[in-house]
């Protein structure tokens, strides 16, 4: 069956613009995370989504920062007035159930940030 | 806070010849753990789980060994391929807290 799939797979935005990044989690997955992963580092926890519910939010960097998922099923990550400091890979995983179970890595989106 | 961190961040490993991965974990607290397998421009794939109430899990060439006692975790990969040449990274979290802690992740690279 398909995947996690995110769009764009790369992304190039010049400092000060916004910008937004989509997450389609495998069908019927309850749970929703955003990671990010800087160059060369193991991906560190954003948000998490149960359903369209977001229940955790501490690893957003700052308030520029913005998730939703609206319906429960597709996501959207949105980085304001972006940075350099930005720059990495932005990965999406889904999982079946509510509680601790296997998370479901999409390809991610590169963000890169002039 | 409490992380997750590898003892190597490079393995070389002969083709044919078994691999061991090993990770160390800090917090006692942590109930499950993963290894992930990420290559080059891919997202991390799941390779294998294990539950704070096993010792040992054994998957298809890969076996996750877990040594609570010490906070230890090890992934061994059998007959190792070409294909096995990636970064791998093993993950923790534990009940009620959904996110999972990486570590910065061992690359391993098979040699012909």
């Known amino acids: 069956g398909a995947g996690v799939s995110q769009s764009p797979r790369y992304k190039v935005a010049k400092r000060g613009q916004d910008v937004a990044l989509r997450c389609d989690p495998i069908?019927?997955?309850?749970?929703l995370f955003w990671y990010q992963q800087a160059l060369g580092q193991g991906p560190e926890f954003l948000t998490y989504f149960q359903n369209e519910a977001q229940l955790d939010k501490s690893g957003l960097p700052s308030d520029r920062f913005f998730a939703e998922r609206p319906e429960g099923s597709v996501s959207t990550l949105k980085i304001q007035r972006t940075q350099q400091e930005d720059s990495a890979v932005y990965l999406c995983?889904?999982?079946?159930?509510?509680?601790?179970?296997?998370?479901?890595f999409g390809p991610g989106t590169r963000l890169t940030v002039l | 806070g409490e992380s997750v961190g590898l003892h190597l961040p490079t393995l070389s490993v002969q083709e044919g010849d078994n691999s061991i991965i090993n990770c160390a974990y800090s917090?006692?607290?942590?109930?499950?753990f993963i290894w992930y397998k990420q290559e080059s421009g891919k997202g991390p794939q799941f390779i294998i789980d294990?539950?704070?109430?096993?010792d040992k899990r054994q998957g298809q060439r890969v076996t996750v060994l877990l040594n609570k006692t010490v906070k230890h975790l090890s992934l061994q990969i059998a007959a190792t391929q070409p294909g096995d040449s990636a970064v791998y990274f093993c993950?923790?979290?534990?009940?009620?807290?959904?996110?999972?802690?990486f570590g910065t992740g061992t690359r391993l690279t098979i040699i012909p």
């Open positions: 995983a889904s999982s079946p159930t509510t509680v601790t179970d296997t998370q479901y």
């Open positions: 993950a923790e979290n534990n009940f009620g807290n959904e996110k999972l802690t």
């Open positions: 294990i539950r704070s109430n096993m």
């Open positions: 069908s019927g997955h309850v749970s």
């Open positions: 917090n006692s607290a942590s109930d499950y």
